[in-house]
Every structure is written in C-alpha cells, then in structure tokens.
C-alpha cells in the first residue's frame, strides 16, 4: 500500500465507525467496523471490516484484518 501511494493525499483518510467489541481473551479483541476513504477530488470508498487485536507490551496490535 505504501510503495502505491507515496504521500498522504494518494492514501486518503480513513476513518472507522466502530459496530461492536468483543473480548476474546483477557490480552485478546475482535471488532467489527465500517471503514471509510476519503480523497478531496474522488468518491469515497466504503466497506466492512473485522479486525482481531492482540495486547502487547506498546499496547493493542492489528494482529489479522479481514477487510470486505
């Protein structure tokens, strides 16, 4: 993804609208989310997102993103 969009405006903005938390484990979480992109001069872009977060020692981790 990086190499493809070499500064912050070829990325877009992101934004998640949180749809449910769950704990999984005590170091361990799942949430569902609708992500969103964002660019000044072409149409957003939408879908759906489950991610799998695990606690490490710099704090919570995407540890698998299953993004649709």
Not at 17 to 23: F, L, N, T
Not at 29 to 48: D, F, N, Q
Request: glycine fraction near 6%; proline fraction near 6%.
């Amino acid at each position: 993804y990086r190499k493809k969009y070499v500064d912050k405006q070829g990325m877009g903005s992101l934004s998640l609208d949180i749809q449910e938390v769950r704990s999984l484990q005590p170091a361990s979480a799942s949430v569902v989310a609708r992500w969103t992109l964002t660019w000044p001069e072409k149409p957003a872009a939408s879908g759906l997102t489950l991610l799998v977060l695990t606690l490490t020692p710099r704090g919570w981790r995407i540890a698998q993103d299953a993004s649709m």
